[in-house]
């Protein structure tokens, strides 16, 4: 017999029996707050029986308290399934061949209401049932290369991704798309600058902070975006494509190593750290750099991939009071490089100086960066910095701490010879270490201030 019910009970499942509703029942509920008319949602097995869920017709859910409802009555009743249609991708003669290899995350995703978990769903089809607009901007093949979300991305999947990419290019296509979760996108992007060195072809990265199934998705957008930018940029790097402004207009490609996430939930979250994004794109202006030095899109099939992890590297967050024996810990678990997130210009305090001078003379490559995340590691200004250097520390100039992190693993997977290694750290490959910031690479404005209302008045519709 059919759960009628599925995923409610208690206090809840009560209130659906006393008003005879069924999930995916079409209901009017009259409570203490007004009224509500939707489709009653299943609810995840793991969530409380203190509320009913439904459907409003705008699209977003809404969670009502039991407590606060009078009534309900059923008005209609149409089971809904949340797969994504699937159609057959039509193929266009002379418009570009873009490949997406699929690795998890949100992009053209279903809810499973059992577990209220996203889950992604890929295919050509199904993508062209979500996003029709992806034929008329290029010719479409889909790999599904892994299905984790991007917290469970590691450097098993990096070097994966790095081979698969060599051979999409050596196979002569136009661009690559690389559908990933947005947590840690922008590790996967470092990652990718570091091991596909000097491509013919744009990479483009892409998520979507909201699922497909809400009104709010940027999804489709992000989408359609990477699907340009792949097929038609003359930009052949590691890019990250995501949200623009608010306002839709747009979206921005950021360079894989100067990329980060910078809100839980924000569309926009993505920004362009110590440097401009690198250039904009839209289906009506195309891709418009913003800054004038890339790598060009070429004919010929020539890329360096270079698939090199070393996994015992790791990031230490610098905070008052820490202690030696995290150093020490590290050391004697088999470390071989460590990051430091240090305060000011790259800074940390004295009780660690003796554990640092252990583990450097155990060989372990300890590189400092700065966790204000804009900036340079300038040790050679105090005594502090001086003296940590001495102790061999090697600072890591304006590396993010992710990027850092991720370089030092790749660079430890080819070699642990001290000076090779500083060598290739140091080196920077694109834009991951720059001579200096622009007047406008660092810009943190907060509310309240005068001119920065105005500007917002201007932006915000």
Known sequence: MEDIFQGYKGKALEVLKKFNVRVWGKTIIDTTRGEFRGTVLPRAENDDDQHIVIKVDTGYNVGIDIVTINSMKEVGYSKATYKIPEKEFPYKEGQPFVKLLGTGGTIASRLDYRTGAVIPA??????????????????????????????????????????AIGKEIENGIDGIIIGHGTDTLSHTAAALTFMVQNPPVPIVLVGSQRSSDRPSSDAALNLIHAAYTAGHSDIAEVMVCMFGPTSDEYGFLHRGTRVRKMHSSYRSTFRTIGNTPLATVSRINGVKPIIENYNHRRKDRKVNILPYFEEKVTIVYYYPNMQPDIIDSLVDNGYKGIIIAGTGLGHINKPLYPAIRRATEKGVHIYMSVQTLWGYAHMYVYDTGRDLMAAGIIPAENMLPETAYIKLGWALGQTTDREEVKRLMLTPINDEITKKEPYNGYLVYQGGVPEVEEFIKKVRK
């Not at 093949?141 to 990096?158: D, G, I, R």
């Open 122 to 163: 890929f295919s050509p089809g199904e993508l062209y049932g979500a996003v029709p607009e992806l034929a008329d901007i290029c010719n479409l093949s889909t790999e599904k290369l892994f299905a984790v979300f991007s917290e469970n991305m590691e450097p098993e999947q990096y070097k994966a991704l790095a081979i």
